[in-house]
Every structure is written in structure tokens, then in C-alpha cells.
């Protein structure tokens, strides 16, 4: 569009006033917000969006325009109500704007936000002290950034120096995010494929089976190919919460020790109590040699995210510090929302919370799949890292739609519905999951 600097300001007036309550929400207001939200996303965002969220193809007249938020519950500009099953797949594990979360956030923000680049950070510093304590095994340094995939592509920049090799071993199905890194050990080929060539290099091994990952490593070794380490989810998340057998994790440790290569657990989803430990490979006990974190780490109020490993292996960070850097990466706001993020874990036990409510919730959506044979095909997962496979993509997409309907946000979209992710906060009252089971089952009613 041809530029207009009159209009850029008029424009960004309007929503000023709007964030700030200079204008006052009358119902004709969040009308036009509504209507507008819908025309910028068409011009502006990608219109693709408006064909596969159901906030825009089954709300009527109004799109669903997210407006606010807390706890478990969102709320539309026009004040319709939803539960939030989704959990921001993963990102919301303590609830939208955790009080202790936002308080720390406001406190830091009026003191400052970021960083000079030059004075030392004491958020970030005793974030990394405050993970180190956390972590398994020996692992003690971290790196932050923003996104989950800034977190796996700094795993990968880090087993490369490291062992002077460049080689990975991913597995099929997984998803470690969409920069061209992280993308290069994806085992999906929608995303992969049209980008190739990526980070040349790469093996994919079955998830969940061992086997198959030792002749990949060991073919590896046989000709040649050399493999800086393996990267693995404790729980694939993306991939429909596969969890995979219970000497998995143990047999890739002593693998990966065997052929000397590191072991990379992208916790980006399954970290911080996700899956009823602090940290998805506690379930089996094992120590990786750098793990990924993101979505839950910033307590769903800043982004945070990063990368950790051994002093070993930071050794050869140190000679240049400047060998990974970025500009608002471990920024003291998202540090302050991590730390309190991790002192809510801690003091309100959200990994046990959320082993017994995915125990909970499996029994009930198992139940409804034994009440209702021929609709849902397995019901699976690991603390509320919860996936429902439907016998196809067609009764999935309708089930998800008649929860929508209902006021239950749950995961699955238009052209892939046959897996839908149940990802509720951790701290989620007992009263909305049996709701939502609830309303699932008279979603499941209406497809007989
Ligand atoms: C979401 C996710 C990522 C990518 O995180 P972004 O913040 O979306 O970049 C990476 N790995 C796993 C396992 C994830 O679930």
C-alpha cells in the first residue's frame, strides 16, 4: 500500500487510545474492533489465518477477538467466555497472568526494562544459578533468548563447537520450531521440504525407538558421517503427545555416551512441570548434556526462553562470549518473569499438580472413548501433556468445532484434527476439566 503518514498516525491514535482507556469500550466500539481485527488479519497479516481459526469461520457476526484474560479462562472483546484447554500449547502452564507472575513483571518494568548491553544483569545471572539448581546431572550455564526455537538453535550452534562435528540425529514427527536451525531437524515434511536445503547433515530416527537410533548412529559412525549429538523430545508434544517407551530416554544416554555424542532434550514444551516432573526427562531419571527450554519458562506473562549445558561443554563458549549473542535475549523482564514463574512451580507444586490432574483427565476421556465406541481412537499422554486421536481428521475437526461452540478452546485445526492436544494450565480447577469433558462428550453426541 502506498505509504501515508497521516493515516499511520490516525490509525496508531485509535489503538493507543484503546490500549490505554483513553477510549471507552461502548459496545459500538468492540464492534469495530472486532469487524477491524478481521479486516487487518485479511490486509495485513495473512488471510490464511481467517479460513482455519474457527474464532473467525463459526463465530457469526463477531469474530472472536482475544481481549483479556486469567487464569484458565479468556475472555473476546465482546465478552464472550471461553475455557482454555489449549493452555497456549504450553506457554500458560500457571493460567493466564499468574497474580505473582505479574507483579514481579510490573516491578521490574518500572525499574528497568532492558538491558544497557554493557552493565553485568543480575535477573539473568541468578536465572542461570537459579537453573543450574534445577537442572539434572551437571548442568550449570545458560543462555536466554525468546523463542523456543532461539532455544534448540543455540543447543545446536553449542554441540557443533563443542564437538567440532556437525551431524544430528532428530526424530520423525518431532517439532523443534521454525527458524532455519531448528527447522533443519524437524521431522515434519509440510515445513521442512520447501525450504530444503537446510543444515545438510541430518538422520531421523522413529520416535520412541531405540533400536532404530543406535543403527542410525551407528551407520553414522561406520562411513563417516560425524554426529555432534542427538536431539529428542521427552514427550513429543507437536506431534500429538507421543509419549514413547520407559528405557527410551535411559537406553539414548548410554547410547550417546557409547558413541560419544551429546544428548540434546528440547524441554521447550515439556519443561516446567508439563508433564508432572520439573522437567520431562526426570520422568526416566536421565541427564542430558544440553536441554532447550521455552513457552512455560516466562510464566505465560514475557517470553523466555534459552539453552543450558555442563561446564564441560561451556568451555568452549568462553575464549569468545560473543560467539552467540542476542540483543534482548534474558532481557530483565523476561528474567523476572521466569524467576517468579519458577517460584510459583515450586511453592504451588505444578508438576504434581499436574501429574495427578493428567492421571484425572486421561480416566475421564477414557471413559467417554469406552462410552462411545468407533469416535476415538486412543487417548494418551503425561501429566496434562494430553493428546485424543479420533478415528479420523473429519469427526476430530467437528468435535473441536461443537467444543468451540460450546466456549472450550481445545488444539486442532482445520486440516488436522485427528489429534487434538488437551494442554490446561496446571494449576486448571477439577470443575473446568470435568466440564470440559462435559461439553466433549455432548460434542461427540451431536457427530452420532
Ligand atoms: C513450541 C516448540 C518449539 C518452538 O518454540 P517457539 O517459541 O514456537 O519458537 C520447539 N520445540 C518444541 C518441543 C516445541 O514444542
Not at 80 to 94: A, K, N, P, T, V
Amino acid at each position: 500500500m502506498p505509504r501515508n503518514i497521516e493515516n499511520a498516525k490516525a490509525e496508531v491514535q485509535w489503538i493507543n487510545n484503546i490500549i490505554s482507556g483513553k477510549t471507552e469500550l461502548t459496545q459500538q466500539v468492540k464492534e469495530e474492533i472486532s469487524t477491524k481485527t478481521v479486516e487487518n488479519f485479511r490486509d495485513h497479516i495473512n488471510k490464511g489465518f481467517l479460513e482455519y481459526r474457527k474464532s473467525a469461520t463459526i463465530a457469526g457476526d463477531f469474530a472472536m477477538t482475544e481481549w483479556s484474560g486469567q487464569g484458565s479462562i479468556i475472555t473476546d472483546m465482546l465478552g464472550r467466555e471461553f475455557i482454555d484447554m489449549l493452555g497456549g500449547y504450553g506457554l500458560y502452564s500457571l493460567g493466564i497472568r499468574h497474580p505473582k507472575v505479574v507483579e514481579a513483571v510490573n516491578a521490574q518494568l518500572h525499574r528497568s526494562p532492558q538491558y544497557s548491553q554493557e552493565l553485568l544483569d543480575p535477573l539473568r545471572a541468578q536465572l542461570g544459578r537459579v537453573l543450574g539448581e534445577l537442572t539434572p546431572g551437571d548442568i550449570q550455564y545458560g543462555f536466554f533468548a525468546n523463542s523456543g526455537t532461539e532455544g534448540v538453535e543455540g543447543a545446536l550452534k553449542l554441540a557443533k563447537l563443542y564437538t567440532g562435528k556437525s551431524g544430528f540425529i532428530s526424530t520423525i514427527g518431532s517439532f523443534h520450531g521454525k527458524t532455519a536451525g531448528s527447522l533443519s531437524v524437524m521431522g515434519k515434511s509440510v515445513y521442512r521440504k520447501p525450504l530444503l536445503p537446510l543444515l545438510g547433515n541430518v538422520k531421523y530416527a522413529p520416535y520412541g525407538d531405540a533400536d532404530a537410533m543406535e543403527i542410525e548412529l551407528m551407520k553414522a559412525a561406520t562411513v563417516g558421517d560425524d554426529i555432534a549429538g542427538i536431539i529428542v523430545e521427552p514427550v513429543q508434544g507437536e506431534a500429538g503427545a507421543i509419549v514413547p517407551p520407559d528405557d527410551y530416554w535411559p537406553r539414548l544416554r548410554e547410547m550417546c555416551d557409547r558413541y560419544g555424542v551429546l544428548l540434546i532434550a528440547d524441554e521447550v514444551q515439556t519443561g516446567f512441570g508439563r508433564v508432572g516432573e520439573i522437567f520431562g526427562v526426570d520422568c526416566w531419571d536421565v541427564a542430558p548434556d544440553i536441554m532447550a527450554f521455552g513457552k512455560a519458562l516466562g510464566g505465560g506473562v514475557v517470553p523466555c526462553s534459552g539453552f543450558m549445558s555442563t561446564a564441560k561443554i561451556w568451555e568452549c563458549m568462553e575464549p569468545n562470549p560473543f560467539m552467540h549473542t542476542t540483543t534482548t535475549g534474558g532481557n530483565p523482564i523476561a528474567c523476572a518473569s521466569a524467576l517468579a514463574a519458577i517460584g510459583v512451580m515450586l511453592e504451588e507444586d505444578t508438576p504434581k499438580q499436574s501429574a495427578e490432574k493428567g492421571i484425572y483427565m486421561t480416566g475421564k476421556l477414557n471413559e467417554l472413548k469406552d462410552r462411545y465406541p468407533g469416535m476415538i481412537k486412543e487417548v494418551r499422554g503425561k501429566g496434562l501433556l494430553i493428546g485424543i486421536e479420533f478415528v479420523d481428521g473429519e469427526v476430530g475437526y467437528h468435535v473441536v468445532a461443537g467444543m468451540f461452540k460450546r466456549g472450550v478452546l481445545t488444539g486442532g485445526t482445520l486440516n488436522n484434527a485427528q489429534t487434538i492436544r488437551i494442554e490446561p494450565a496446571l494449576t486448571v480447577p477439577y470443575e473446568l476439566l470435568d466440564k470440559t469433558v462435559e461439553i466433549m462428550e455432548e460434542a461427540i453426541k451431536d457427530q452420532i
